[in-house]
């Protein structure tokens, strides 16, 4: 089975920083664009970063120069450093891989709650 999970949400106060991570079973996401989306209350989904598998990085306007998306192949895992943080980051934010093998199929975990509040 294909597990991705993540953690290192929290409340946090505008202008600091979190470090979330999703660790990945079942699947090896080095192999393909794995990324961050975000869903904040009444909005639509956003993809806010990824990662493909030769290690080129995007990420949305919004967030660009503040977030990192990094991935440590030897553990499986992809991470997303977010600094400067303000409230319209507020969001529950979803690890994603998007495989081709054996067939393609998106993966998805569970969320993990970011809150930027004063």
């Known amino acids: 089975q294909v597990y991705l999970v993540e953690s290192g949400g929290g409340l946090v106060q505008p202008g600091e920083s979190l470090r979330l991570s999703c660790v990945a079973s079942?699947?090896?996401?080095?192999?393909?664009?794995t990324g961050w989306y975000r869903q904040a209350p009444g909005k639509q989904r956003e993809l806010v970063a990824t990662i493909t598998s030769g290690g080129t990085t995007n990420y949305v306007d919004s967030v660009r120069g503040r977030f990192t998306i990094s991935r440590d192949n030897a553990k499986n895992t992809v991470a997303l450093l977010m600094n400067s943080l303000n409230p319209d980051d507020t969001a529950v934010y979803y690890c994603?891989?998007?495989?081709?093998?054996?067939?393609?199929?998106?993966?998805w975990g569970q969320g993990t709650q970011v809150t930027v509040s004063s």
């Open positions: 079942g699947i090896f996401i080095s192999a393909y664009t």
């Open positions: 994603n891989t998007k495989a081709k093998y054996p067939s393609s199929s998106d993966y």
